[in-house]
Nanobody
Framework: QVQLVESGGGLVQAGGSLRLSCAAS????????MGWYRQAPGKQRELVAG???????NYADSVKGRFTISRDNAKKTVYLQMNSLKPEDTAVYFC????????WGQGTQVTVSS
């Protein structure tokens, strides 16, 4: 069984920063891809950023230049540094790990006030 523990969400003013973390544990030995998705009320879940085991990253256009994804393979942890936050970034953020089976975290709320 795989567990993903997320942390770092919260309430921040527009222009502020937050850093999300997601640590994987349990029966997971090889992680191919780690990423972050988000889901705002009434909207579909969307990919925010992802990173492969080799360090290749991809970002949604809406967060390019503001968010940075990174990972620590030894710790099986993925991070999302979010800068210059906007109210439209408000959502529940979910960690996603592929090994290659897909695993999801429980979600962490990010709220950006204007």
């Amino acid at each position: 069984q795989v567990q993903l523990v997320e942390s770092g969400g919260g309430l921040v003013q527009a222009g502020g920063s937050l850093r999300l973390s997601c640590a994987a544990s349990g029966s997971i030995f090889s992680i191919n891809y780690m990423g972050w998705y988000r889901q705002a009320p009434g909207k579909q879940r969307e990919l925010v950023a992802g990173i492969t085991s080799g360090g290749t990253t991809n970002y949604a256009d809406s967060v390019k230049g503001r968010f940075t994804i990174s990972r620590d393979n030894a710790k099986k942890t993925v991070y999302l540094q979010m800068n210059s936050l906007k109210p439209e970034d408000t959502a529940v953020y979910f960690c996603n790990v592929r090994s290659p089976s897909w695993h999801w975290g429980q979600g962490t709320q990010v709220t950006v006030s204007s």
